[in-house]
């Protein structure tokens, strides 16, 4: 058994109101540079829906994440031979109509406008090209339209479940769904770049970009089913979420998590053996990756598991935070957190929890008590959110552990009213999704009262003073930063070929000749 250290998601989607803060500051934060426009490291999506980028989720068009090809684990994408003979053509990107065209305003004509009759206008103006255009699309285009037949029809995951969702728009229904990188434990990104640029840090798991090795191939954009990865026309680069690094590494949360209105995001660490996550990845039964994945986490708790931590160098502040993590608590004590698609094999680190708020108003309007536990359990099966759909979400379509969560999250308020009135407390409730009374109060807290160091349980890396090798700043930060290309003239003697209109010969399309004797051929 070998240990190491994972930085970890939960998101509570009972509690997401769709406000897009999050999304909103990390692009502030993160995406605020040129090239940048259409990328949203952090968005929230109306389900069902069509995602951003629309119908990433169809595999069979985009070709992302793994398959199991005669018992092996290989891309979807193909193998090393494939990538290479189609490295200058890559049909499975998507365009950026999947995305959108980013536009801006003519505030010029607006502010400059002469004296008369007419009311000037603001018309928009694509940032691509700067021509007119017409707005037909954004990041959050379908935001709120979940019921509506034109936008529903589209989502690739309803077309699994056909005739078991019925899409009539008087029983309509939706949920929010914010999603950022998942920093997976066996990432198709990384193996799918042909550069080596895309890499998994091994002190805290975090899937990030090497700016310098990056030569903009895109592998790695039609590599990540969850298309996560975006490419930066101005620099070439490819860039992603980077989990706020430099906070996680100073132990403050994510910008997404501290600026969350619902308070619904929790971070902390997670233990897991390296060795048990290509066998897992790898079973046949796509219904069995859920379970596979969460034999790949460690007890903290288990005295051998700490002590082989330590012996692999993991510190032990990291073992003490993964006691403490909300993250594994969810995840794997209470069992209530569920992975995003994991038929990709890819092992995602970013959790959900599902939505079950529906089902007390739907009781409450029947004439019934909606916070009865009887009525509770009995009512699952039939939510307004088809418990199907929420299985092609989170367990492959299997919707046994999606019912094994919703009902511990109903005996959770079951038992918690009886407590809140002062009622007697009744076993049965707690007996029946297999916990404790103690044990559905100890996730109740978590998930209805914890603060602010209960919700984010990050150790520190270390701490970069000003003026030091370690305060180099991020090559995000700034157009010209390590390895980004400057505005005006390629570093280091290179050309970018996204920028060249294929007449003459610009300087650094080729290697700059040699005298002889120098150990290269003229």
């Given at each position: 058994?070998?240990?190491?250290?994972?930085?970890?998601?939960?998101?509570?989607?009972?509690?997401?109101?769709?406000?897009?803060?999050?999304?909103?500051?990390?692009?502030?934060?993160?995406?605020?540079?040129?090239?940048?426009?259409?990328?949203?490291?952090?968005?929230?999506?109306?389900?069902?829906?069509?995602?951003?980028?629309?119908?990433?989720?169809?595999?069979?068009?985009?070709?992302?994440?793994w398959q199991l090809r005669h018992g092996r684990l290989v891309?979807?994408?193909?193998?090393?031979?494939?990538?290479?003979?189609?490295?200058?053509?890559?049909?499975?990107?998507?365009?950026?109509?999947?995305?959108?065209?980013?536009?801006?305003?003519?505030?010029?004509?607006?502010?400059?406008?002469?004296?008369?009759?007419?009311?000037?206008?603001?018309?928009?103006?694509?940032?691509?090209?700067?021509?007119?255009?017409?707005?037909?699309?954004?990041?959050?285009?379908?935001?709120?339209?979940?019921?509506?037949?034109?936008?529903?029809?589209?989502?690739?995951?309803?077309?699994?479940?056909?005739?078991?969702?019925?899409?009539?728009?008087?029983?309509?229904?939706?949920?929010?769904?914010?999603?950022?990188?998942?920093?997976?434990?066996?990432?198709?990104?990384?193996?799918?770049?042909?550069?080596?640029?895309?890499?998994?840090?091994?002190?805290?798991?975090?899937?990030?970009?090497?700016?310098?090795?990056?030569?903009?191939?895109?592998?790695?954009?039609?590599?990540?089913?969850?298309?996560?990865?975006?490419?930066?026309?101005?620099?070439?680069?490819?860039?992603?979420?980077?989990?706020?690094?430099?906070?996680?590494?100073?132990?403050?949360?994510?910008?997404?998590?501290?600026?969350?209105?619902?308070?619904?995001?929790?971070?902390?660490?997670?233990l897991y053996d390296p060795d048990r996550v290509g066998e897992?990845?790898?079973?046949?039964?796509?219904?069995?990756?859920?379970?596979?994945?969460?034999?790949?986490?460690?007890?903290?708790?288990?005295?051998?598991?700490?002590?082989?931590?330590?012996?692999?160098?993991?510190?032990?502040?990291?073992?003490?935070?993964?006691?403490?993590?909300?993250?594994?608590?969810?995840?794997?004590?209470?069992?209530?957190?569920?992975?995003?698609?994991?038929?990709?094999?890819?092992?995602?680190?970013?959790?959900?929890?599902?939505?079950?708020?529906?089902?007390?108003?739907?009781?409450?309007?029947?004439?019934?008590?909606?916070?009865?536990?009887?009525?509770?359990?009995?009512?699952?099966?039939?939510?307004?959110?088809?418990?199907?759909?929420?299985?092609?979400?989170?367990?492959?379509?299997?919707?046994?552990?999606?019912?094994?969560?919703?009902?511990?999250?109903?005996?959770?308020?079951?038992?918690?009213?009886?407590?809140?009135?002062?009622?007697?407390?009744?076993?049965?409730?707690?007996?029946?999704?297999?916990?404790?009374?103690?044990?559905?109060?100890?996730?109740?807290?978590?998930?209805?009262?914890?603060?602010?160091?209960?919700?984010?349980?990050?150790?520190?890396?270390?701490?970069?003073?000003?003026?030091?090798?370690?305060?180099?700043?991020?090559?995000?930060?700034?157009?010209?930063?390590?390895?980004?290309?400057?505005?005006?003239?390629?570093?280091?003697?290179?050309?970018?070929?996204?920028?060249?209109?294929?007449?003459?010969?610009?300087?650094?399309?080729?290697?700059?000749?040699?005298?002889?004797?120098?150990?290269?051929?003229?």
């Amino acid at each position: 058994m070998r240990v190491m250290a994972q930085v970890a998601m939960v998101m509570n989607l009972d509690k997401c109101i769709g406000c897009h803060t999050c999304s909103v500051t990390c692009k502030q934060t993160w995406t605020n540079r040129a090239g940048t426009e259409y990328a949203w490291f952090n968005n929230v999506e109306t389900r069902p829906g069509q995602g951003y980028p629309r119908r990433y989720e169809d595999q069979e068009r985009f070709k992302g994440g793994w398959q199991l090809r005669h018992g092996r684990l290989v891309p979807r994408s193909g193998g090393r031979l494939r990538r290479l003979a189609r490295i200058f053509a890559n049909p499975e990107l998507p365009s950026l109509d999947d995305y959108y065209q980013p536009w801006t305003y003519d505030y010029e004509t607006l502010t400059t406008a002469p004296l008369g009759d007419d009311l000037p206008t603001a018309a928009p103006r694509s940032l691509i090209d700067g021509a007119p255009m017409a707005v037909t699309g954004g990041p959050n285009w379908d935001d709120d339209l979940g019921g509506g037949p034109e936008h529903t029809a589209a989502d690739p995951l309803l077309e699994r479940v056909g005739d078991q969702v019925r899409l009539e728009y008087e029983q309509a229904f939706m949920f929010y769904l914010p999603r950022i990188c998942e920093h997976c434990l066996n990432p198709s990104c990384v193996a799918a770049c042909p550069s080596g640029a895309m890499y998994k840090r091994v002190e805290d798991g975090i899937v990030l970009v090497d700016q310098d090795r990056c030569r903009g191939w895109r592998m790695c954009v039609s590599g990540c089913p969850y298309k996560k990865v975006y490419f930066n026309h101005r620099t070439g680069k490819a860039e992603k979420c980077t989990l706020c690094y430099p906070r996680i590494e100073a132990g403050a949360p994510t910008v997404c998590s501290e600026t969350c209105v619902g308070r619904l995001r929790y971070l902390g660490v997670v233990l897991y053996d390296p060795d048990r996550v290509g066998e897992a990845a790898s079973v046949p039964d796509e219904k069995q990756l859920y379970p596979a994945q969460l034999g790949c986490f460690l007890d903290p708790d288990d005295p051998k598991v700490a002590r082989t931590a330590e012996e692999c160098g993991i510190p032990h502040e990291w073992i003490t935070a993964a006691r403490r993590s909300p993250v594994y608590a969810l995840i794997a004590r209470h069992r209530v957190a569920l992975p995003l698609h994991p038929e990709y094999r890819t092992m995602p680190m970013v959790w959900y929890i599902p939505p079950l708020s529906p089902i007390v108003d739907a009781l409450a309007a029947g004439g019934h008590d909606g916070e009865d536990a009887g009525n509770l359990f009995g009512a699952i099966g039939s939510l307004r959110i088809p418990m199907a759909y929420l299985a092609e979400l989170f367990t492959a379509g299997d919707t046994a552990p999606v019912e094994a969560a919703l009902r511990r999250l109903a005996a959770m308020r079951a038992h918690m009213r009886r407590v809140n009135l002062g009622e007697p407390p009744d076993p049965s409730i707690a007996e029946g999704v297999a916990m404790t009374p103690g044990r559905i109060e100890e996730m109740y807290r978590l998930l209805a009262l914890a603060k602010y160091d209960e919700r984010y349980v990050i150790p520190t890396a270390y701490h970069a003073t000003p003026g030091s090798a370690l305060d180099t700043g991020c090559s995000l930060e700034h157009t010209g930063g390590p390895g980004m290309l400057e505005d005006t003239a390629p570093p280091r003697g290179r050309v970018n070929l996204l920028g060249w209109n294929g007449h003459g010969r610009p300087a650094g399309l080729f290697p700059a000749r040699r005298p002889h004797g120098k150990g290269t051929t003229p």
